[in-house]
């Protein structure tokens, strides 16, 4: 199956930036809290804020969409091909306790703790722009630490060349068909170590939700959304690119690059323009997602339209 290209959508969603500035406000309070009574006891836990985090200048100033749209309209197959289906599944996940590998062609295979990793970095708050393939967009601001930070302990050998991430994924409560799972995605040696890529740990102030992939997932800011492989167990570095889950169920609609480009389109619709999730307009989709300035000479001498 591929991925379905809903109707136009409803400019339903309006962020209230009250809302987001009383969280803030929050957070600051929270500052002083121990990081053990923060994270997730166990199941589906109650979200807790995140702090103290710094602000990250790599963030956009734009509006942030709506935590409501964040946290209700989402992707995630295994619990649910409909938008609203992952928020309504969250219990088929149990998001602790949790382990992560980094393994591969490394000198140092690492298992991490989801504890060690919220102190592996400083947590820093990364409020991005996030385009998906099917032609929305949205502004989140995520929580996380750079992703280079976490394959640096583990040393990555010289030949190493790619990132293969997989997520979790239990045949007994998540979806069956659909892809073959579990969900996999792979990104460059390069673009993993770059350092507006990141490991997301929360959102809005707090630890993630389940439907936006606790405890931890990718966040690729230039790439079209599904690259952000959510749940993640595992890190592998590899000297070829992986091929990927999307890449097995449609070859010729989602390529190993996934970068953002309104000059080539998916096979079935234009990708020029985008609909904002909060917003009646749309507006032109920009290259790299906006991106480019910092992103562009990865790509130095490459066909874009081949390597898509
Ligand atoms: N494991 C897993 N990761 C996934 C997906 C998925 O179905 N399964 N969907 C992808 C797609 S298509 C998008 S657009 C984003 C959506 O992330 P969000 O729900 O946090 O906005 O997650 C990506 N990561
Ligand atoms: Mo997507």
Same mark, same amino acid.
């Not at 393994?103 to 970095?121: C, S």
């Given at each position: 199956?591929?991925?379905?290209? %809903? ?15 009383? $969280? ?7 500052? +002083? ?7 997730? &006891? +166990?199941?589906?836990? +109650?979200?807790?804020? !995140? ?29 649910? #091909?409909?938008? #609203?289906?992952?928020? /309504?599944?969250?219990?088929? *996940?149990? %998001? ?6 980094? /393994? ?6 690492? #298992? ?6 919220? $102190? *592996? &970095?400083?947590? /820093? ?21 750079? *992703? ?19 997520? =979790?994924?239990?045949?007994? #409560? ?34 993630? %939700? ?7 997932? !990718? ?12 749940? !993640? ?7 070829? %690119? ?23 389109? =998916? ?42």
């Amino acid at each position: 199956m591929l991925i379905r290209r %809903p109707a136009d959508l409803p400019p339903s969603e309006i962020t209230d930036p009250a809302v987001y500035g009383a $969280r803030r406000r929050f957070m600051g309070q929270a500052g +002083a809290l121990a990081l053990g009574s923060l994270l997730p &006891a +166990a199941g589906q836990a +109650a979200l807790g804020p !995140l702090s103290p985090l710094s602000h990250s200048a790599l963030s956009t100033t734009e509006t942030p969409t709506s935590l409501r749209a964040v946290t209700g309209y989402n992707n995630f197959y295994e619990l649910g #091909t409909s938008k #609203t289906d992952p928020a /309504e599944n969250t219990f088929r *996940l149990k %998001p602790a306790p949790w382990t992560l590998r980094v /393994e591969g062609l490394v000198n140092k295979p690492r #298992t991490f703790a989801l504890e060690d990793l919220f $102190r *592996l &970095a400083p947590l /820093e708050e990364r409020i991005y722009r996030m385009r998906c393939v099917e032609g929305w967009s949205m502004v989140i601001p995520w929580v996380g630490l750079p *992703l280079a930070s976490v394959l640096k302990l583990a040393d990555p050998q010289g030949s190493a060349k790619y990132v293969e991430f997989t997520s =979790h994924y239990d045949r007994a #409560t998540m979806t069956r068909g659909v892809l073959d799972w579990p969900y996999s995605e792979g990104l460059r040696l390069d673009e993993a170590m770059h350092p507006l890529t990141i490991l997301a740990v929360g959102l809005y102030g707090e630890v993630l %939700p389940v439907q936006n992939g606790a405890p931890v997932r !990718l966040v690729v800011p230039w790439k079209y959304g599904f690259k952000g492989a959510k749940s !993640l167990v595992s890190l592998r570095l590899v000297d070829k %690119p992986p091929l990927t889950a999307w890449m097995k169920a449609g070859p010729s609609e989602y390529g190993f690059y996934a970068n953002v480009n309104p000059d080539v389109d =998916h096979p079935r619709w234009s990708q020029a323009t985008e609909r904002r999730i909060g917003e009646f307009l749309k507006r032109k989709t920009l290259m790299f997602n906006g991106y480019a300035d910092q992103v562009a000479s990865l790509y130095t001498g490459m066909d874009l339209r081949r390597y898509f």
